[in-house]
């Protein structure tokens, strides 16, 4: 038990340290118990929060701030415009065609694949060629019924995003209007001694600013690079394919490489072993590995360097407590805990005389 009042003496005595404990303990309770309710309003604070960067941007050329979330929020109207009825029509379409086509491409895989005994029998049989084509047979029907089961599910779903497409822009925009309003509000109900919530909001602050502001932009270039790379070459599916190449970046390491199997599958599909696909191949390296060492040193300079294994240990479980927002936020979330631990203290400020 001794021991126990010495860690609560060295690492909670300070108020300051106890009242960041609380607020962070409320905040992920909130979110855990109340996400899904308030999904709406967590989404437009992220998409506030984005904008903001331009907000402040023309705020210092010397635009009111009223005429500045105008620009901003009629910008931001426009790209949702174009996602909506540009974008998203052409992946549908492109989703469709590729759901009707699986059976095909199923059927040519798995011809390709009993030919694999007679090509290389030391390394495959025959039997394991079976028990693999069994095994894709069983994953292509749980799919087919999946999607059938989304198909059902379509009405709540249409709903759904009408209310999202309805609500959402209204709230960021009072969210970038009323900003320094809604600030002070929750300022109010803070104690007046806050200098370690302080420290670690500025830190966290800078990073994750230029962390997702950098990673939205790395989405949209590392997407239309691929977009034009994949049209060059008459690649099918070109849209849907490359939109899956720019949100693999969200998850580092991992989703490059998940996202490169549909992509060579499709162009093998295509193409088989042909020039073709040599050369698609090799362009589609090429834009990985721009991304990888020119563009993210660029975008993520600011950005805290963590360890690898840290960044795979918040992806995963960041994205089993929130799913895709967890996965998004994995590396500015394993930030704000590696800025708890730089500014916790590790003495308390004042210890009663005698106290070990």
Do not use: C
């Amino acid at each position: 038990m001794q021991m126990i009042a010495n860690w609560f003496r060295r690492y909670l005595s300070d108020p300051q340290v106890v009242f960041l404990t609380l607020a962070l303990l409320t905040l992920f309770a909130v979110i855990l118990i109340l996400g899904n309710m308030l999904a709406p309003v967590l989404a437009s604070m992220v998409i506030a929060y984005l904008l903001e960067g331009l907000v402040g941007f023309l705020e210092h050329r010397g635009l009111p701030r009223l005429a500045s979330v105008l620009i901003v929020y009629a910008a931001f109207l426009l790209f949702v415009t174009m996602l909506l009825f540009g974008v998203l029509p052409l992946v549908s379409r492109q989703v469709t065609d590729l759901v009707q086509q699986l059976p095909n491409m199923i059927n040519e895989g798995t011809k390709a694949l009993v030919e694999l005994p007679d090509q290389y029998p030391d390394l495959v049989t025959g039997e394991q060629i079976a028990e693999l084509i069994g095994y894709i047979r069983a994953e292509t029907l749980a799919f087919g019924q999946r999607v059938l089961s989304w198909s059902l599910a379509s009405v709540v779903g249409i709903i759904t995003i009408l209310v999202y497409l309805i609500l959402m822009p209204l709230l960021v925009f009072f969210f970038l209007k009323d900003r320094d309003l809604i600030l002070n509000w929750f300022k109010q109900y803070l104690p007046r001694h806050r200098r370690i919530a302080h420290s670690v909001w500025s830190d966290v602050d800078r990073q994750i600013s230029n962390y997702v502001r950098g990673k939205f932009w790395e989405i949209l270039i590392v997407w239309a690079a691929t977009y034009v790379a994949f049209l060059f070459f008459d690649l099918r599916y070109a849209m849907l394919l490359a939109l899956l190449v720019g949100l693999s970046v969200i998850v580092p390491y991992i989703g490059a490489v998940v996202v490169t199997v549909p992509v060579l599958l499709v162009a093998w599909f295509q193409w088989g072993w042909s020039p073709d696909f040599l050369w698609l191949s090799v362009a589609y390296l090429v834009v990985q590995a721009l991304d990888g060492n020119v563009l993210v040193p660029l975008l993520f300079s600011e950005v805290v360097d963590l360890h690898p294994v840290a960044i795979i240990v918040a992806i995963l479980v960041f994205g089993g407590l929130w799913g895709f927002w967890g996965v998004f936020f994995a590396i500015p979330l394993a930030t704000l805990v590696q800025a708890i631990l730089t500014a916790w203290p590790r003495e308390p400020s004042e210890l009663p005389e005698g106290a070990p």
